[in-house]
């Protein structure tokens, strides 16, 4: 099961995770616009989540963390990334509701209907963005909860269908391949994903400094 506290730790360490890699996915950022800041932007708007979340206590059930999450991410949402960011945990907090923790179903229901809830705000989608990401990683985290009950299997399985979308966004845009980059923004939920692995596989919270870690290329860039 995922609880409460293990929810509130996971977003910490995916903060600290995307502020520390965050200047490597602002020099990716070339779609929709080159403005080089997708990577700063999420990182501040998950950060504004893992201050207010930082204050629940450990008995917190997974509902009030993942509403805490929401709110704090739809009040401090920077650019397009950061929005679409809070239109993922929006979808997953409704899903969450009434919930005190999560099993493998639970999980993927909350990752479909954030899924669903970034797509349905968005006018136009566009594959091979974070949008596509977030789309297969739920699609895989379903299909692992069809066959296996355990919640980490169903995560791994996310995580794995999220590296596996992200290394195909080149072919999906052609702005991405004559950059030679993945789309930014599907990196950047790829690190916040990591860095939730972090907690959920190892009661780790990672650090948010990159000098205390070793420097990270874009491995999944070169998945």
């Not at 409460?4 to 965050?22: C, E, F, K, P, V």
């Not at 929709?32 to 504004?48: C, E, H, K, R, Y």
């Not at 705000?121 to 091979?128: L, R």
């Amino acid at each position: 099961m995922i609880t409460g506290q293990m929810l509130r730790d996971a977003i910490i360490s995916a903060a600290n995770n995307i502020t520390a890699l965050r200047r490597q996915v602002d020099a990716m950022n070339v779609f929709p616009v080159p403005d080089g800041d997708t990577g700063t932007n999420m990182s501040l708007t998950i950060q504004a989540a893992a201050r207010e979340v930082g204050i629940l206590p450990d008995d917190a059930g997974i509902d009030l963390v993942s509403q805490t999450i929401s709110s704090a991410l739809l009040r401090g949402a920077r650019g397009n990334s950061g929005v679409i960011l809070s239109l993922i945990f929006r979808g997953v907090a409704k899903s969450f509701k009434g919930q005190k923790t999560a099993d493998a179903a639970v999980l993927a229901a909350a990752l479909k209907a954030g899924t669903d809830s970034a797509y349905n705000a968005v006018m136009k989608p566009t594959e091979g963005t974070i949008l596509t990401v977030v789309r297969v990683a739920a699609e895989k985290a379903a299909a692992a909860a069809k066959n296996d009950t355990d919640v980490l299997a169903a995560w791994d399985a996310s995580c794995a269908g999220a590296v596996e979308a992200l290394a195909k966004t080149p072919e999906q845009l052609p702005v991405l391949k004559k950059a030679g980059v993945v789309d930014a923004g599907g990196q950047g939920l790829v690190y916040i994903f990591d860095g939730m692995s972090a907690v959920f596989h190892n009661n780790t919270i990672v650090s948010a400094e990159p000098a205390a870690r070793a420097e990270t290329e874009m491995t999944h860039a070169a998945a």
